[in-house]
């Protein structure tokens, strides 16, 4: 069984990256960040607490096996959207899809498969696992090997963005047997409503970190790593309000 450790993507996974077994560590990263124009397709909403779309090569951590393949563990990456405090939602928000940074992937075969979930979740409850209760929807994909890309994930689901939180997680189910890798895509560019606005990752069990609940990315020593994840809705309910004219 591979001791597993939480580190950072080094370019492409050079098979000379060093990397101290049992440490947290951030490599030197090479190649330059990565921008991208968000689509804002007529009607629609996109929601995010992502201050930049661009993808940061090297700023990412998991929770891997090391060098020299960084073959993940499970790991789940997390965002939570306050609906109504930061969105002005007061009623069902529904949602189409979710894009998803990915600062490189690389499966054994091409491919490697993510699960990406949504949860409603009271507005004033701590983020834990018991918490979050049941997804309100799951979708379940195949990510093709890529580097510094947004990846859209169709998933539909509906919440009352009143008196919930959208919560959107992010899966990536073991890949130490089968070869594969893959970092989230992040930056450090300072989150939209920072109060509310933290980055959250989770790798549990004794064979992974011990990393049990949603943990703030800060909270383990990495607070640039600000992941990119926007909600894309189709509704968004909000209040009027009155204006005057002196």
């Given at each position: 069984?591979?001791?597993?450790?939480?580190?950072?993507?080094?370019?492409?996974?050079?098979a000379?990256?060093?990397?101290?077994q049992?440490?947290?560590?951030?490599?030197?990263?090479?190649?330059?960040?990565?921008s991208?124009?968000?689509?804002?397709p007529?009607?629609?909403?996109?929601?995010?607490?992502?201050?930049?779309?661009?993808?940061?090569t090297?700023?990412?951590?998991?929770?891997?096996?090391?060098s020299?393949d960084?073959?993940?563990?499970?790991?789940?990456?997390?965002?939570?959207?306050n609906l109504?405090?930061?969105?002005a939602?007061?009623?069902?928000v529904?949602?189409?899809?979710?894009?998803?940074?990915?600062?490189q992937?690389?499966?054994?075969?091409g491919?490697q498969?993510?699960?990406?979930n949504?949860?409603?979740?009271p507005n004033?409850?701590?983020?834990?696992v018991?918490?979050?209760?049941?997804?309100?929807?799951?979708?379940?994909?195949?990510?093709?090997?890529?580097?510094?890309?947004?990846?859209?994930?169709?998933?539909?689901?509906?919440?009352?963005?009143?008196?919930?939180?959208l919560?959107?997680?992010?899966?990536?189910?073991?890949g130490?047997?089968?070869?594969?890798?893959?970092?989230?895509?992040?930056?450090?560019?300072?989150?939209i409503?920072?109060?509310?606005?933290?980055?959250?990752?989770?790798?549990?069990?004794?064979?992974?970190?011990?990393?049990?609940?949603?943990?703030?990315?800060?909270?383990i020593?990495?607070?640039?790593?600000?992941?990119?994840?926007?909600?894309?809705?189709t509704?968004?309910?909000?209040?009027?309000?009155?204006?005057?004219?002196?």
């Amino acid at each position: 069984m591979f001791k597993n450790v939480l580190a950072v993507a080094i370019g492409l996974l050079a098979a000379d990256a060093a990397l101290a077994q049992g440490t947290i560590s951030r490599g030197n990263a090479s190649a330059a960040p990565s921008s991208f124009q968000h689509p804002q397709p007529n009607g629609s909403f996109a929601l995010t607490q992502s201050g930049s779309l661009a993808i940061t090569t090297g700023n990412s951590v998991s929770c891997n096996e090391g060098s020299p393949d960084f073959n993940h563990t499970d790991n789940s990456y997390y965002r939570r959207l306050n609906l109504d405090g930061n969105f002005a939602a007061t009623g069902t928000v529904t949602i189409a899809s979710v894009d998803i940074g990915i600062e490189q992937a690389n499966g054994a075969g091409g491919t490697q498969p993510i699960t990406v979930n949504l949860y409603a979740i009271p507005n004033a409850s701590a983020l834990t696992v018991a918490n979050l209760g049941a997804a309100i929807a799951t979708a379940s994909v195949s990510v093709a090997d890529q580097v510094g890309t947004l990846l859209n994930v169709p998933i539909a689901a509906a919440l009352d963005g009143l008196t919930n939180d959208l919560v959107v997680e992010v899966f990536t189910p073991s890949g130490e047997v089968a070869g594969n890798t893959l970092f989230i895509g992040s930056n450090a560019t300072a989150s939209i409503n920072p109060a509310g606005a933290a980055s959250f990752i989770r790798a549990p069990g004794a064979a992974a970190c011990n990393i049990n609940e949603p943990t703030a990315t800060s909270a383990i020593g990495f607070p640039n790593m600000n992941i990119v994840i926007v909600a894309n809705a189709t509704s968004l309910p909000v209040s009027l309000q009155e204006f005057s004219v002196d």
